[in-house]
C-alpha cells in the first residue's frame, strides 16, 4: 500500500557531531575495543626471528609466506612476484612451491611496512582492525604479523579497479555495497561522535608537518606555498610563514564542519516532510562509523566470484530495491567488454562486472572510527586518481553520486527512504543533502591526504612524488573546493 505522505524520519540531532576527543585518547580507547573484540586466540608468528627488514628482505619474506601457509607448502623455495601499487608499504606475492599439496593456498601475500611509517600509521591498531575483520570475513585471511609486516590471503580471481571505473552506474553499486558491509560492523563501545579520528589525526600529521616546515629546506619551502591561491612565494609581510597557514585553514574548516548548524540544502519553502528528510539525510551523514579513510582504486578489487563476505547479505528491500531499480544488473554488466591485466591467473573480466560479481576491500591500516561523509568524499575524491584530475574525476553532479549514494543507503539504513512511489520531493531532498555533506567532507579529504603527502616526502623510501601530490590535494583540491562548497556569503547572509 502506497502511503500519502513521507513517513516521518526518525529523531535525530539537528547538526554535525560535535568537537572531538583530544588526539590520541580517540586512537587508544578505540585500540582496546577492537582488541576486546577480536578472538582471545594470539595469531603472531611463531619464528621471532623473522623480520622484514631492507637486509635480506627477499629471504625473510619468504619465511613469512612458507610460515603463513603451514606444512603443505613443502620445504620448497616459494616463487616472488612483486605487486606493484604500494605507497606506504611494499607487497610481495608468494606462489606455492613447485610439487607441494595442493591443500594449502595457492599463494599469500606479505605486506612490508614502510620506513617510518609509524609516524602516520598506528601499528597496533592496524593489527587488531585487519584481526577483527579478517575473523568476520569482510577482509582477506589473516596469517599473521611481526614488528615490521603482515602476512596475509590473497584474493585469488580478481584485479584492482582503475579510477576511470568507480564512477561507472555499474560498479560504484558494488563499491558501496562492500563499504555499507564495513560500515555495519559494531565494535563495542566504539560509536559516537567522541570517537570520530579525523581532527586527531590532523593534528598528529599537523605536528609532524610544522616539524618539516621548519627545517628549513627545499620541502619546507613547498610547504610554505601550499593552499595559497597564487601558488607563488609567500608575502613575507602579509602572509604567514611556514606551516601555520594550514593549520588555519584545518580550523576554519573543523568550526564548519563541527559546528551545529541547518541542512546545507534547506530552503524557506521546503513542505515539512521535506525538511525532515534533509534533517534525516544530515544526521545519517555526519553518524560515526568504522570507515576504510583510503578507498583508492588499489584498495578495490573486483572479484569474479559472487561470494559475499560473512555478514555483508543485503536486507531484503536492498536486494529487491537493486534488482528492480538499482544499477549494476546483468543487462548494464553486458553493455560493456575488457579483459584482465596480462598474466592475471583470473579469468577475462568485463570492465563493467558481471552477474554475481563483487568488490573486495583491502588495507585497513588507516581504518578508523569518522563520519560517514568523510568516507564517501575521501572515495569520490580518489576518482581523480593519481594525477587529480579532479574536475574530470569527482562527482559533482548529484546524478553522479547516486548510483554510490543510493545503494549504500539501500543497504544500511533503507527506512530512511520510506515509500519512493508517493516520496518524490523527500527523497530527492534527502540524497541532495548527503550529496551536499559529502561535498562539504571533500575538504577534510584533501587536508588528510595533503598533510599525509607531505610527512611521506618527508621520510618515504618509495619512488613517488609525494610533494607534487600534496600540492595538487592543496592547492587543486581544497583551494577549488573550499570555493565551490564555501562560497563567501552573500552581502546581509551569514555563511554557514
Not at 603463513?68 to 613443502?74: E, F, H, I, K, P
Not at 567522541?194 to 619546507?220: D, F, K, N, P
Not at 602572509?239 to 540544502?265: D, Q, V, Y
Not at 555533506?437 to 613517488?464: K, M, N, Y
Amino acid at each position: 500500500m502506497q502511503l500519502p505522505v513521507c513517513p516521518a524520519p526518525p529523531s535525530a540531532p539537528t547538526g554535525p557531531a560535535a568537537p572531538l576527543a583530544e588526539l590520541g585518547a580517540a586512537v587508544q580507547a578505540f585500540t582496546r575495543r577492537v582488541e576486546a573484540a577480536c578472538a582471545e586466540k594470539e595469531l603472531v608468528l611463531r619464528d621471532h626471528a623473522v623480520k622484514l627488514g631492507t637486509d635480506g628482505w627477499q629471504e625473510r619474506a619468504a619465511r613469512v609466506a612458507t610460515w603463513a601457509a603451514g606444512r603443505s607448502w613443502g620445504a620448497g623455495t616459494p616463487r616472488l612476484q612483486v605487486v606493484e601499487g604500494g605507497l606506504t608499504n611494499a607487497l610481495f606475492r608468494f606462489f606455492r612451491p613447485a610439487g607441494s599439496p595442493e591443500d594449502g593456498p595457492e599463494s599469500v601475500l606479505v605486506r612490508v611496512f614502510g620506513d617510518q611509517t609509524d609516524r602516520i600509521v598506528d601499528r597496533r591498531r592496524d593489527a587488531a582492525v585487519f584481526r577483527l575483520l579478517s575473523e568476520r570475513g569482510i577482509g582477506p585471511r589473516f596469517y599473521g604479523s611481526c614488528a615490521d609486516g603482515r602476512a596475509e590471503g590473497y584474493v585469488e580471481n580478481s584485479r584492482p579497479l582503475r579510477p576511470s571505473e568507480m564512477g561507472k552506474p555499474a560498479i560504484a553499486p558494488l563499491i558501496a555495497s562492500a563499504v555499507a558491509c564495513l560500515h555495519r560492523t559494531v565494535v563495542p563501545g566504539a560509536t559516537g561522535p567522541e570517537v570520530a579520528e579525523l581532527w586527531s589525526s590532523l593534528e598528529h600529521w599537523m605536528r609532524e608537518v610544522e616539524a618539516v616546515a621548519a627545517e628549513g629546506t627545499l620541502l619546507a619551502e613547498s610547504v610554505a606555498k601550499l593552499a595559497r591561491p597564487t601558488g607563488g612565494a609567500p608575502d613575507a609581510v602579509a602572509a604567514p610563514s611556514g606551516a601555520s597557514h594550514l593549520r588555519g585553514e584545518i580550523s576554519w574548516l573543523k568550526e564548519r564542519l563541527t559546528t551545529p548548524s541547518p541542512p546545507s540544502t534547506a530552503r524557506a519553502a521546503d513542505p515539512p516532510s521535506v525538511a525532515k528528510a534533509r534533517l534525516a539525510a544530515q544526521a545519517f551523514a555526519n553518524e560515526t562509523v568504522l570507515c576504510h579513510n583510503d578507498l583508492l582504486s588499489g584498495n578495490l578489487l573486483l572479484v569474479s566470484d559472487s561470494k559475499r563476505p560473512a555478514g555483508c547479505e543485503p536486507s531484503v528491500a536492498a536486494s529487491a530495491a537493486a534488482s528492480a531499480n538499482g544499477p549494476g544488473d546483468a543487462e548494464a554488466a553486458r553493455a560493456e567488454g575488457g579483459a584482465s591485466p596480462p598474466g592475471s591467473k583470473a579469468p577475462p573480466q568485463a570492465a563493467t562486472p558481471g552477474p554475481g560479481a563483487r568488490v573486495q576491500l583491502l588495507d585497513f591500516e588507516y581504518a578508523a572510527p569518522n563520519a560517514r561523509a568523510f568516507e564517501w568524499a575521501n572515495h569520490f575524491c580518489e576518482r581523480a586518481g593519481f594525477d587529480f584530475d579532479l574536475e574530470a574525476g569527482y562527482p559533482r553532479a548529484l546524478s553522479d553520486k547516486l548510483p554510490f549514494l543510493e545503494r549504500y543507503v539501500m543497504e544500511t539504513r533503507p527506512a530512511l527512504l520510506g515509500d519512493a512511489a508517493s516520496c518524490d520531493a523527500a527523497r530527492r531532498a534527502f540524497f541532495e543533502e548527503l550529496g551536499a555533506q559529502t561535498d562539504r567532507f571533500a575538504l577534510a579529504s584533501h587536508c588528510f591526504w595533503g598533510l599525509w603527502a607531505v610527512v611521506q616526502a618527508r621520510w618515504s623510501p618509495i619512488e613517488f612524488d609525494f610533494e607534487l601530490y600534496a600540492r595538487m590535494r592543496w592547492n587543486k583540491g581544497f583551494l577549488v573546493h573550499k570555493a565551490a562548497f564555501f562560497p563567501p556569503a552573500a552581502p546581509g547572509e551569514e555563511a554557514v
